[in-house]
């Protein structure tokens, strides 16, 4: 039984977009992207997705491509090496993904739709899924496979029902405590609060980051980050809160992601710095900014 993958453009008034309304579509009646297997310059050789040579060299047999022109027209192409960008098979135009107009259909059953499909997946700018293009800021195109959906959507509301539960009256409910520093630990400029900041506000806050699937930072959203933080160690999780009235208090300076403690750089990014904070090597140092935090904003303590 066959079954179609699809790609089309991540943002609906895309002149590719099929859609009478988006002005200036008529001038793109037959536009085309074509994108050829993806030549990975880091690794010196194509790469197809998330398959391993051994699949993507056993899907190029099943294909049968055979010469165009030459002497050895009509003849099945028997040499296939990933290593040699200018392989006569991988620059075969059937390899070719041709996108016109909106919709690209993949039948995952035909050998070179999915070596096709797995070329998509290799580009940086091609979002997997919808929600996939969440994380992917300047996505082009994205894919969508009815399985893969159907099973983010069920992640989502499995997701949704876990969060619920933090803020709700039960034994998993956080305690104000722990709103506040699960909160702290985001990180978020944007947010001010100190000690003085009534706790439904706090849990406001923290209840709409928690529910935010939007907001990516690095490769995790806002629902992901508060995930990990509600079930991390108290003592990482009151570190990250530190760091983050550290940078409140002036203490610590934030520079392209890099952390500057007295004038120096002390650490080249967040996660680096935590575990510098909890060694207990760094017990003086940790006890240094503490108290400087509680001269500079004894209220944020």
Not at 18 to 27: D, L, R, S
Not at 49 to 67: I, S
Not at 187 to 206: A, E, G, V
């Amino acid at each position: 039984m066959s079954k179609l993958v699809y790609i089309k453009p991540a943002k609906t008034n895309s002149k590719f977009w099929h859609n009478p309304e988006v002005k200036g579509y008529q001038y793109f009646p037959e536009t085309q992207k074509v994108y050829p297997p993806y030549w990975d310059f880091n690794l010196h050789k194509y790469v197809f997705g998330n398959l391993t040579d051994e699949e993507v060299l056993e899907l190029c047999k099943r294909t049968k491509l055979a010469y165009i022109d030459g002497k050895e027209e009509g003849q099945v192409i028997d040499e296939i090496d990933l290593s040699h960008r200018e392989s006569y098979f991988f620059n075969h135009p059937k390899l070719a993904v041709k996108i016109k107009d909106d919709v690209t259909v993949f039948n995952t059953n035909d050998p070179i739709d999915v070596l096709k499909l797995n070329t998509m997946k290799s580009y940086p700018f091609v979002a997997h899924s919808e929600n996939d293009k969440k994380r992917i800021a300047g996505a082009k195109w994205v894919i969508v496979d009815a399985e893969v959906e159907q099973k983010n959507a069920e992640s989502d509301f499995h997701a949704a029902m876990e969060i619920n539960k933090y803020f709700v009256p039960g034994k998993s409910k956080l305690s104000p405590d722990k709103m506040r520093t699960v909160l702290a630990s985001f990180n978020d400029s944007n947010i001010k609060f100190d000690n003085n900041t009534s706790i439904d506000t706090i849990s406001t806050w923290l209840y709409d980051k928690a529910h935010d699937t939007k907001t990516v930072q690095g490769s995790m959203s806002n629902q992901q980050r508060f995930l990990m933080l509600v079930n991390m160690r108290d003592e990482e999780l009151e570190t990250r809160a530190l760091i983050q009235k550290a940078v409140k208090a002036g203490t610590f300076r934030v520079k392209s992601g890099k952390y500057f403690y007295a004038g120096n750089e002390i650490s080249h990014n967040l996660e680096s710095l935590v575990k510098k904070l909890q060694n207990p090597e760094n017990s003086n140092l940790l006890t240094a900014i503490q108290e400087e935090i509680y001269i500079k904003a004894p209220t944020n303590v």
